[in-house]
T-cell receptor, first 114, second 113 residues
Framework: EPEVTQTPSHQVTQMGQEVILRCVPI?????FYWYRQILGQKVEFLVS????????KSEIFDDQFSVERPDGSNFTLKIRSTKLEDSAMYFC????????????FGNGTRLTVT | GENVEQHPSTLSVQEGDSAVIKCTYS??????FPWYKQELGKRPQLIID?????GEKKDQRIAVTLNKTAKHFSLHITETQPEDSAVYFC????????????FGTGTRLQVTL
């Protein structure tokens, strides 16, 4: 069964540094998402991406965040200047279509900001 | 926006018993309701979903019911096994071309021997 893959599995960075989290969505999927989960809390929506542009974003997704699909297969999340509160598990997901199509999640990147 | 509430936050059952987790949602436009199981340190995995044109769906020991009028949906696990122990999240997905999946707060299910 095709899977969403994410790298790295764990990223440690210092406050103020930039990080890029990488994802390879399932190949025939059209919609891509980033979610985050602070330890012990619920999964929170960050951003959705379709047709090479952001479709929707949450209030969490401020100017420090950006997404990109640089080469037709990868989907990246960049955090420009990390803060301590950005420490969380970041999940990439993709779906064939939106609305009533299941989201398939990657294994996540655990980001630790020190 | 959509708001999904989930109860209980923790649930402990004995092996073989049934477990029920309930969710309510606020946006009447939501029309897709998946349930995810998340084991410790792992990704959420879809276990069952239901669409708004259906009132109930079953897959082996797992069933989901949806009451659109009351805006609530429930997950039922029968004959629970220790491997069912995990955190379960309900979610709601409003209609639209770029809708976001809104998750509930999760239920930690513990199945004891």
């Amino acid at each position: 069964e095709p899977e969403v893959t994410q790298t790295p599995s764990h990223q440690v960075t210092q406050m103020g540094q930039e990080v890029i989290l990488r994802c390879v969505p399932i190949s025939n999927h059209l919609y891509f998402y980033w979610y985050r989960q602070i330890l012990g809390q619920k999964v929170e929506f960050l951003v959705s991406f379709y047709n090479n542009e952001i479709s929707e974003k949450s209030e969490i997704f401020d100017d420090q965040f950006s997404v990109e699909r640089p080469d037709g297969s990868n989907f990246t999340l960049k955090i420009r200047s990390t803060k301590l509160e950005d420490s969380a598990m970041y999940f990439c997901a993709s779906s064939a279509v939106t609305g009533t199509s299941p989201l398939h999640f990657g294994n996540g990147t655990r980001l630790t900001v020190t | 926006g959509e708001n999904v509430e989930q109860h209980p936050s923790t649930l402990s059952v004995q092996e073989g018993d049934s477990a029920v987790i309930k969710c309510t949602y606020s946006d009447s436009a939501s029309n897709y309701f998946p349930w995810y199981k998340q084991e410790l340190g792992k990704r959420p995995q879809l276990i069952i979903d239901i669409r708004s044109n259906v009132g109930e769906k079953k897959d082996q020991r797992i069933a989901v019911t949806l009451n659109k009028t009351a805006k609530h949906f429930s997950l039922h696990i029968t004959e629970t096994q220790p491997e069912d122990s995990a955190v379960y999240f309900c979610a709601a997905f409003p209609t639209g071309t770029a809708s976001k999946l809104t998750f509930g707060t999760g239920t930690r299910l513990q199945v004891t021997l």
